[in-house]
């Protein structure tokens, strides 16, 4: 074959091949058989092998190419990507379609409901019909960069199909990555073989996989996507979101099948229904319906809140339940010494993911509920995430076990507990193995230390193996300790250490936020950092002292005494500085201060700085950050997706900032 064939042959396999993935993904209507697919795929493979000068960077063949990335870039969406209001009261979703017919002065409008999918969102960039690039949602205004790893995903087209007509310029597409129910099972099975921890639901698996700094691990997971808006276009001239499905599945985008239109409440109830019961049977995870209005012109006249569309709403499905029996009720310690009784139980699946354990919460539910060993209960996922049993189901003539009592003495040191109120505690802090390992993945966490790589697993690794029997010992960790240990490789070793040696000289509020002490949150951490400077003297300050602090009482007060008056700590603290030495930290003197007395809010997202940070500039101005808004908020900042906070704002008429007006405020006050 001539080098001028195999260019025609080439450009009509390429035809031929994107043609039959259109008609498989886009239409689900395959007129090939998957071996005859293979058999066109792999003859452009060898012919691309034989002439690589003619291959084309959107060639069906290359949609896994380069090297792992060492971060992702972060990318502003074209549009913001927001977020849905939800509920699943229907007396919510009736409001809600009042309030959208009464703003438009009509008595009848036009739905288009749809399944809510529970994936990862993406956006897609097409620019003159080539796909350009890729996001994750992120804060809906910037996302990460994860167009490699798109490339790999068959279902999304590298170049639009073009039927009629000119392509857009810029498309901008949002959709949902997904994994199917059947794939997911697979993926864990071959983990599962490969000595590997499974994912726990499909949701989790999808957007594992879209963040992977490897296309080539992206390309191994079976992922789809599933297009459902529009964010951008040029040149498209479309008038609802029927004609934006039908537009988007004509240019080789898949779109659900399963989307229908709706001219009243009951059939959107009577589709919510359908597909409630039908939830199980499904391919993909769907946790509700999207209820979203079909003209585009109607949408522009009602117009965005801060982080919804008010022209499309969620009804959400009920909480997955499972009927189960307990095994066995268990005692779990916790980070603060808290005793917790667990139900230990026959595996079942609620929701794709497989549930064994559920929590009591503390002695006084265990026996409101009255929930013992072999006893058959219902068992929901919170949220469709977090396990615990909803009630105790009655079996008459059934002989019972004996009612649960909490264990005297801690199941993971032996030291004698101790209630408080409906509690079971542990008196022994840091000498208690399970504390031990809850503080070693606090200390390390994102508002303490930040130490990268100490997570849950690895803390409880490291006090499992006798590596760190104390904190301070975290400090003398080396690689080679590490190397044992399951899922370390020298890379890893070598970055957890290095990690650990960066977290050695931490600012003061970062470091007595770590230690846990009880009452100690990072506001609380930032204020006393501000007020004593140094830890020691806030390590000496007395019962008297320690309340001269803005925002500490009588009871934080005595906590925190308590705290550096056990000889135990004092012990702990004393070697932990040998190793860890916090940064002093000097504020201005309170007259000094230009904020004084002024109470901010901050609600949403914000893109210079995290909120925490936000927060200490403007308490380290004299300002106190609080949680709500009343009428005695003198600021409320508004960053991204700003929710109920920002409209009791607007109603009560209070100063509301934006990020860039924020940033001005603060470049003013703090000269």
């Known amino acids: 074959m001539t080098r001028d064939q195999a260019a025609e042959r080439i450009r009509d396999l390429t035809r031929e091949i994107r043609h039959h993935d259109y008609l498989y993904y886009a239409k689900d209507a395959p007129e090939i058989s998957d071996e005859a697919y293979d058999r066109l795929f792999q003859e452009l493979k060898k012919l691309e092998a034989e002439h690589p000068e003619l291959v084309d960077p959107d060639s069906p063949t290359q949609r896994v190419a380069g090297l792992p990335l060492s971060a992702f870039a972060q990318i502003e969406h074209t549009a913001p990507m927001l977020s849905l209001d939800s509920s699943q009261d229907e007396a919510l979703l009736r409001r809600f379609d009042e309030r959208l017919r009464k703003a438009l002065g009509t008595e009848r409008v036009r739905y288009v409901v749809e399944p809510k999918l529970d994936g990862a969102s993406i956006e897609l960039v097409y620019e003159h019909g080539q796909l350009a690039r890729a996001a994750t949602r992120g804060n809906g205004r910037i996302g990460e960069g994860v167009t490699a790893n798109v490339r790999t995903i068959a279902s999304v087209p590298l170049r639009l199909r073009q039927e009629q007509g000119l392509l857009p310029g810029l498309l901008a597409v949002r959709g949902e990555v997904i994994m199917a129910a059947s794939s997911f099972e697979a993926l864990n099975e071959r983990l599962l073989a490969e000595g590997k921890t499974p994912f726990a639901n499909p949701r989790n698996a999808a957007a594992g996989a879209l963040r992977q700094l490897d296309p080539r691990i992206t390309a191994s997971r079976p992922l789809e996507v599933y297009c459902y808006d529009i964010l951008a276009a040029e040149g498209v001239a479309v008038e609802s979101q029927w004609q934006v499905l039908e537009a988007l599945a004509g240019w080789g985008l898949r779109v659900s099948q399963m989307i229908r239109r709706a001219d009243d409440v009951e059939e959107i109830l009577a589709f919510h229904r359908d597909l409630e019961a039908r939830r199980d049977d499904l391919e993909f995870e769907i946790d509700g319906i999207v209820i979203k209005l079909d003209d585009l012109a109607a949408r522009e006249e009602l117009g965005l809140t801060s982080h919804h569309p008010r022209w499309a709403y969620a009804h959400k499905f009920p909480p997955r339940k499972e009927v189960t029996r307990v095994l066995k009720v268990v005692a779990s310690v916790g980070r603060t010494g808290v005793v917790t009784p667990v139900a230990l139980m026959n595996p079942v699946e609620i929701g794709g993911v497989t549930v064994s354990r559920a929590t009591l919460h503390n002695r006084e539910e265990v026996a409101r509920k009255d929930i013992r060993e072999g006893d058959k209960v219902r068992v929901q996922r919170a949220g469709d995430v977090i396990p615990q049993v909803v009630e105790r189901i009655e079996e008459p003539g059934r002989e019972r076990g004996p009612a649960f009592r909490m264990p005297t003495e801690c199941p993971s040191c032996g030291a004698e507990l101790f209630e408080r109120g409906p509690f079971t505690v542990c008196p022994n802090g840091f000498d208690c193995p399970a504390q031990l390992a809850g503080r070693l993945i606090h ?127 004092a012990r702990l603290l004393d070697a932990l500085l040998e190793r860890c030495r916090p940064q002093e930290e000097e504020a201005a003197a309170p007259a000094a201060t230009p904020l004084a007395g002024l109470k901010f809010v901050f609600t949403g997202g914000l893109e210079s700085m995290s909120r925490d940070d936000a927060k200490a500039r403007v308490e380290a101005l004299g300002a106190k950050a609080v949680g709500s808004v009343s009428k005695a908020t003198d600021y409320v900042v508004a960053g991204s997706e700003a929710g109920s906070k920002l409209e009791k704002a607007q109603e009560l008429g209070l100063k509301v900032l934006s990020e860039e007006e924020f940033l001005a405020f603060l470049a003013e006050h703090e000269t």
């Open 443 to 569: 200390f390390g966490s994102r508002n303490a230390l930040d130490i990268e790589g100490l997570g849950d697993e690895t803390a409880k690794q490291l006090v499992e193996a006798g590596l760190v029997r104390h904190l301070p010992e975290l400090f003398d960790l080396t690689a080679d300790q590490l190397l044992p240990l399951e899922g370390f490789a020298e890379k890893s070793a070598t970055n957890l250490v290095a990690a650990i040696e960066k977290a050695a000289t931490p600012p003061l509020s970062r470091f007595l936020f770590a230690l846990g002490i009880p009452e100690v949150g990072a506001t609380v951490a930032r204020q006393l950092a501000r007020h004593f400077g140094s830890f020691e003297r806030l390590r000496r300050a007395s019962f008297e002292e320690l309340q001269r602090v803005e925002g500490i009482g009588p009871r934080m007060a005595e906590e925190i005494t308590g705290f550096f008056a056990d000889e135990r700590n």
